[in-house]
């Protein structure tokens, strides 16, 4: 589908997941981009989010399979490339959580831009029950338009059985997939941790930058607030202004708050639901502490 380069260029597709610290490491790109140009290293700055600092029209392209709109931008992040470079990094946790919402025909597009670039997918992971509680209060924050699990007035139990957000848990599945779109050996996990921002820059071969503050998932206090203004079907912009509020409350309560936890019920489902995928991440994972392998 796409013509060989000049260059072969390594193409890092840094997937989240979601709450491993990826806003942090995406901010430490973003604000570290002009360090990392100098060493080879690109973040593409066009078309980063304002806010966020992602590539997040990479989702987008991919749902709906526009292979026209993918090449061309691919052919523009290549030829915009600064000389020296010989690694692209693109971020966005979209990626992983709308892997299962991509057609065949989307994958088949990763599949093709390896005849171009040297494509690699890093992931980073918490054990099933950690991330299942953070996404779980993440998406509760999301507007309902935007996936089948997002801004619902849903306790963990009753979320677990929502296939959309069941399927998420499924880390063997997804990275057995993802290798198949770009080949064995091209999908690299890492176990989330304080330090995670400084390993992957150290795995890109970048001096690691100094400590970026992790966004807290909402404590059990702004779940039942969100859960409150769940019940209320909002337009997307009005669910966003009080998703800011219900966070900004959440911070304001502060450690007086209980974390949410899964219940022993709810534990049981997740682990019955993600059997063998952290098995699977450790073995990729083991050697380097938390750092990957490969």
């Known amino acids: 589908m796409v013509e060989a380069p000049l260059r072969r260029l390594r193409l890092v597709l840094h997937a989240g997941t979601p709450k491993t610290g990826t806003s942090a490491l995406q901010r430490a790109l973003y604000r570290h981009a002009d360090d990392l140009e100098r060493i080879g290293i690109w973040y593409p700055p066009a078309d980063v989010d304002p806010v966020k600092k992602k590539h997040q029209y990479l ?5 709906d399979g526009d ?8 052919d523009d992040i290549a030829r915009a490339a600064p000389p020296q470079t010989h690694t692209i990094v693109l971020s966005t946790e979209g990626l992983f959580n709308h892997w299962w919402d991509y ?11 390896t005849a171009r670039f040297d494509v690699r997918i890093w992931t980073c992971f918490r054990p099933p029950v950690e991330f299942a509680v953070s996404q779980y209060a993440q998406l ?4 309902k338009q935007d996936a089948p699990a997002y801004g619902l007035d849903a306790d963990l139990e009753t979320m677990l059985e929502n296939a959309w957000f069941a399927k998420r848990l499924d880390y063997a599945g997804y990275i057995r997939e993802a290798e198949a779109a770009i080949g064995a050996g091209n999908v690299r996990a890492f176990r989330y941790g304080p330090d995670i921002v400084q390993r992957i820059f150290h795995a890109l071969g970048a001096p690691e930058p100094e400590a970026e503050q992790v966004h807290p998932s909402l404590r059990a206090a702004g779940v039942a607030l969100m859960r409150t ?10 669910q966003h202004r009080a998703a800011r509020l219900v966070l900004e409350l959440d911070t304001l309560i502060g450690e007086r708050a209980e974390t949410v936890r899964a219940s022993p019920a709810a534990q ?27």
């Open 59 to 63: 989702v987008g392209l991919l749902l």
């Open 67 to 74: 292979e026209a709109a993918l090449r061309g931008r691919f």
């Open 103 to 113: 057609s065949a025909t989307s994958k088949a597009l990763l599949r093709d831009l």
């Open 140 to 143: 509760l924050r999301n507007p």
């Open 229 to 238: 203004v769940n019940r209320y079907d909002l337009p997307p912009d009005e």
């Open 268 to 294: 049981r489902r997740i682990r019955e639901l993600s059997a063998g995928s952290w098995e699977l991440i450790e073995a990729m994972t083991t050697g380097e502490g938390c750092e990957a392998v490969r």
